[in-house]
């Protein structure tokens, strides 16, 4: 079945720096990919989206490439903030119209 | 755009009694909505799946007479929580699908913090 694996972490950076998250998935088809973010206590924001193979999702900084060949769509962003501090998810979304998630990634920065 | 609203954002009950959770789509109808339950650093488990007008699709595992869903209307979808317990403690997230959003893309509400004592 489809599913979904990302880093796990939690991950520990300073300010200014590189920030990558794997995450592969496994799936039939060509499925739509996401990055969520988790603030504490919130709910989930759409962080970027790809629906199909190169396509590159980018929104405030981070980037993410859907890569057919490998399976991937792992996030990035050059130059971390203490506000990006949060939960992330990777899904994506199945011909049943659900969404499978990884298990999150706690992104910790300081300054 | 497509904004999802949930509420009430806190609830403290007594075990035994019942909680309603609601779930709105503000600004858009939405054909489909998700709730889900979030253990502390746990990923989002789905419960179910609403369409408008008819019966929710519960996911394995999940107590159909214990979590009733009802979704109304094609903006609003309610979770109730019969005879609460102090295991059903939860985040709960729903989420929603329309709009113009990319195949399978869901919008999320802020989520509801379950206490039951």
Known sequence: ?111 | GAVVSQHPSRVICKSGTSVKIECRSLDFQATTMFWYRQFPKQSLMLMATSNEGSKATYEQGVEKDKFLINHASLTLSTLTVTSAHPEDSSFYICSAMGGRGAPGEQYFGPGTRLTVT
């Open chain 1, 1 to 111: 079945g489809d599913s979904v694996t990302q880093m796990e972490g939690p991950v520990t950076l300073s300010e200014e720096a590189f920030l990558t998250i794997n995450c592969t998935y496994t799936a039939t088809g060509y499925p739509s990919l996401f990055w969520y973010v988790q603030y504490p206590g919130e709910g989930l924001q759409l962080l970027l989206k790809a629906t199909k193979a190169d396509d590159k999702g980018s929104n405030k900084g981070f980037e993410a490439t859907y890569r057919k060949e490998t399976t991937s769509f792992h996030l990035e962003k050059g130059s971390v903030q203490v506000s990006d501090s949060a939960v992330y998810f990777c899904a994506l979304g199945t011909r049943s119209e659900k969404l499978v998630f990884g298990k999150g990634t706690k992104l910790t920065v300081n300054p």
